[in-house]
């Protein structure tokens, strides 16, 4: 049977393909080489990597000492090595110091906006089997693709609302999301919206240029685990299981013409520390490289999904997370940060006074229910999502807290000439 043949609507999975997911998960032989790249996916040349895995791969965050976290905050511009202290274990008694620090080079470099956007999740067939992702092909859930009338249905309604910047995701799947398909989206997209993003899988940079004359802004791809070991037990099938094919994202859509990049791991699938090692060094090498482009940084931990309710992140809680966030303003103080509706109010309200940049409102990640979100309107044949989210409120309330809170909420910055 075909990978894109398992996920098919909400029937239970065939013998054979229930073979196939137990020796997947049983028999590390029966999968496909990680770090080999497969037919079809570009290869660049590119130092990037090597440099992020050697930084992440000898950082002995226990080594740093509360002398190493005073000196990198006594410093006026933040190294590696002083971010790496920063990450450490040795600067949580520093955190309300780092938090000052953070909330000065926020203000510096951003004042005190607050960026709004919300994601259209118009399509949830996945062909990668990742054993903690809602999409996932072996996943019973419902499936759902949008047409085009229907995605321009959930734009406008979307648009309406005032909303002027919008993220297209899909699940992971060529063969129902086809990148034609996602580009037809992205000029709909246009037709509503200032800023178009675009979490989709990886292509190749010559499929990111065309996606960008569609009308797409920029891109985000999270890495998930920046570890490749921890990563090759988490990605058992599918073009996602590919390392380094999806490390380098990023690099090609620069080369395709995007705009901006985002960058992410899911905190709490490994090692928290080093994940944020990396996914700030993947940033600093490649704004090094590239320093036309726009970079920012999301830090999402593990939330709750359909059909397994014991999913939760690994030893990072709120503090830990702070610390994350300061540290990463610190070290980048001019790459936007976004915290999405994964976590609480109370959490998000705090945190856009400190470091965070840009935050999600009016959030589903279901597929074809923003009409049912802000209309109250039912909508039995919508898409099952693909977490659980924390914070819920919609566009209007979330501009009304975040002035309240005494921020200027930002739709839109760019001048089109």
Do not use: W
């Amino acid at each position: 049977m075909a990978e894109n043949q398992f996920f098919v609507d909400s029937d239970k999975l065939s013998e054979k393909a229930l073979a196939k997911k137990h020796r997947l998960e049983q028999d590390p032989s029966s999968r496909t080489n990680h770090m080999e790249y497969m037919k079809g996916m570009e290869r660049i040349d590119s130092d990037i990597m090597s440099r992020v895995l050697g930084q992440m791969n000898s950082y002995d965050y226990e080594s740093y000492t509360d002398a190493d976290v005073r000196r990198a905050l006594a410093n006026e511009t933040c190294s590696v090595e002083d971010f790496k202290a920063l990450l450490s274990p040795a600067a949580a008694p520093h955190l309300e110091e780092m938090a000052q620090r953070a909330k000065t080079e926020t203000s510096k470099h951003f004042g005190n906006t607050v960026y709004l956007f919300t994601p259209l999740y118009i399509a949830n067939y996945c062909e990668n089997y990742c054993v903690y992702c809602g999409f996932n092909c072996y996943n019973d859930i419902i499936r759902k693709k949008l047409d085009s009338g229907e995605i321009e249905h959930e734009m406008k309604v979307i648009a309406d609302s005032g909303m002027e910047e919008i993220l297209i995701l899909t699940g992971e799947s060529r063969s129902m999301s086809s990148v034609e398909y996602i580009g037809e989206a992205c000029k709909l997209a246009s037709k509503y919206f200032r800023n178009v993003g675009l979490e989709i899988y990886p292509v190749n940079t010559d499929e990111y240029r065309y996606l960008h004359e569609c009308g797409a802004d920029y891109v985000t791809v999270f890495q998930e685990t920046y570890n490749s070991d921890k990563y090759e037990t988490l990605h058992l099938m599918g073009h996602k299981r590919v390392y380094p094919y999806r490390f380098e994202a990023q690099e090609r859509a620069i080369r395709g013409g995007m705009r901006g990049v985002g960058f992410s791991a899911l905190l709490g699938l490994s090692d928290f520390r080093k994940d944020a090692l990396a996914s700030a060094l993947h940033v600093y090498y490649l704004q090094r490289k590239y320093p036309h482009a726009e970079y920012s940084l999301s830090c999402p931990r593990l939330r709750p999904i359909i059909n397994n309710d014991k999913i939760n992140p690994l030893d990072v809680h709120e503090r830990e997370l702070c610390q994350v966030l300061c540290a990463y303003r610190i070290f980048l103080p001019y790459v936007g940060i976004t915290v999405s509706s994964r976590e609480s109010e109370h959490f998000r309200n705090g945190i856009v006074k400190v470091a965070a940049t840009k935050i999600s409102a009016g959030v589903s990640t279901g597929i074809g229910d923003h009409e049912s979100k802000y209309e109250g309107k039912e909508d039995a044949e919508a898409g099952d999502e693909q977490f659980e989210i924390s914070d819920g409120r919609s566009f209007g309330q979330m501009y009304a807290d975040m002035s309240d809170e005494g921020l200027q909420p930002v739709l839109n910055d760019y001048v089109y000439v």
